[in-house]
């Protein structure tokens, strides 16, 4: 029989719980639901990003970069989770694809802050603006160049215009509002 010290020292040694692929499952779920809700401006906005966000703050970066992981797995695979209800790899690999795999840079980025400089409310809130930017970054490059392939040039101001610029007051409302969200589950519930 175990003792409950080794118990304790398996699960520390484990690369990822029940729990924490639990939590990863649910927030992967929660990045897809988000992506579906649309507000109908000029420009859709959706909560995909607002769903990232949640992912990263409430569980940290190793379980909130595999939540993210398993969102786009779930996409590529064919299900229906990405914004309008799209998936597949045509989607991933379409002009605004990389967007979608920035999430997973951001992701990376905010796990690799979080285990080399560590983890508080300073540190989460330049790590999320510092991956939005870098997922900003990366699907605009990405946008540019599938569109001058399948369409014709872009300037990459223009494609900041198009798919960075009308977002930006969005994406910092939805970020502040998952840090709230993010700090007030934390202190509720243990994940």
Do not use: H
């Not at 990863?24 to 966000?53: E, H, K, N, R, Y």
């Amino acid at each position: 029989m175990q003792t409950t010290e080794t118990a304790v020292q398996n699960r520390k040694n484990a690369f990822m719980t029940t729990k924490d692929m639990a939590l990863t499952a649910m927030f992967a779920v929660l990045i897809a639901v988000c992506s579906w809700i649309s507000i109908p401006l000029a420009v859709p906005i959706t909560l995909q990003t607002f769903g990232v966000f949640c992912a990263l703050a409430v569980l940290g970066g190793k379980r909130g970069f595999f939540a993210v992981l398993v969102y786009i797995l779930l996409g590529a695979a064919g299900l229906p989770v990405f914004a309008g209800f799209k998936s597949g790899i045509g989607t991933l690999f379409g002009s605004t694809g990389g967007y979608i795999v920035g999430f997973l840079l951001m992701a990376g980025v905010y796990w690799l802050a979080e285990k080399f400089i560590g983890d508080n409310a300073v540190i989460r809130v330049i790590m999320l603006v510092a991956g939005l930017a870098l997922c900003y970054l990366f699907g605009t490059v990405w946008f540019v160049k599938i569109y001058t392939r399948d369409t014709g040039a872009i300037t990459m101001m223009k494609a900041l215009n198009l798919c960075v610029i009308p977002f930006l007051i969005w994406d910092g409302i939805k970020l502040a509002a998952a840090l709230g969200i993010s700090e007030t589950l934390k202190r509720r519930i243990k994940i």
